[in-house]
């Protein structure tokens, strides 16, 4: 999920009216983990977190959702609630293929539905997810094409991966965000971000796609879990602190 974190933010504000809620209700450009942050609290603790650890992570996204609105958008919509879900859902399945290879079919299918939850802790009504795999394709694709990147979804794009907020020691690691970022975003989002791609930056990506591929299932889980592990103890004392 942390590879595929920049994707799923650029996704979620090829949504014209997703990236004017951003642009118009968030510091994304001052505060660039901060969105991080709130996208891996809302991820790790609905999934992994007891049921009042979830509802406490829900009810604290969507206190914020409550005022973000305005003329055209509200992040109440069940329409925008349940894109912003979907782009969680094909992030993490597109980053487990790439790594561990295609998904086993009846694992997908109980992946989908458990990623249900994304949307319906956010407001959206139950039964807008889609009910198996094949039908989430189905809405990707119709959703996916019908995507309009803004200009505050360019300037978001920019924020987040040319920033200027991130402490010095981190900065050399965003040419490798770009780069990965950029690769497993679909081309058309791509190109109409604007994103600079050729045939060396292609490159470069399938050789890190490969290494992954060879090197990721050999590690151990427990090491595997580690950024998991070590986020869920930071998420719990927030929890212990703030509840």
Not at 179 to 208: S, Y
Request: proline share 7%.
């Amino acid at each position: 999920m942390l590879t595929g974190a920049g994707r799923a933010i650029l996704l979620q504000v090829a949504h014209p009216k997703v990236a004017q809620g951003v642009a118009e209700h968030s510091n994304f450009a001052q505060h660039p983990f901060k969105r991080l942050r709130g996208t891996l609290d809302f991820i790790y603790g609905t999934t992994l977190g007891t049921p009042e650890e979830s509802a406490w992570v829900a009810g604290g996204v969507n206190r914020i959702h409550t005022y973000v609105k305005g003329p055209g958008y509200s992040a109440n919509d069940p329409d925008l609630q349940l894109w912003v879900a979907a782009t969680l859902y094909k992030s993490a399945l597109q980053v487990y293929e790439m790594t561990l290879g295609p998904m086993p079919a009846a694992m997908q299918e109980e992946f989908c539905r458990e990623s249900a939850l994304y949307g319906i802790l956010l407001g959206c009504p139950e039964g807008m997810w889609p009910s198996s795999a094949a039908e989430f394709e189905e809405y990707w694709d119709k959703a996916l094409a019908a995507l309009v990147i803004s200009d505050d979804a360019k300037q978001i794009c920019r924020d987040l991966l040319y920033s200027r907020a991130v402490p010095l020691l981190l900065r050399p690691l965003l040419p490798v965000n770009r780069l990965i970022t950029t690769g497993l975003l679909p081309e058309r989002v791509r190109e109409e971000f604007g994103l600079v791609w050729d045939a060396r930056r292609e490159r470069l990506f399938q050789f890190a796609v490969r290494v992954a591929r060879l090197t990721y299932p050999r590690v151990p889980r427990r090491v595997r879990r580690l950024p998991m592990t070590f986020y869920m103890q930071y998420f719990r004392r927030r929890f212990r602190a703030y509840a």
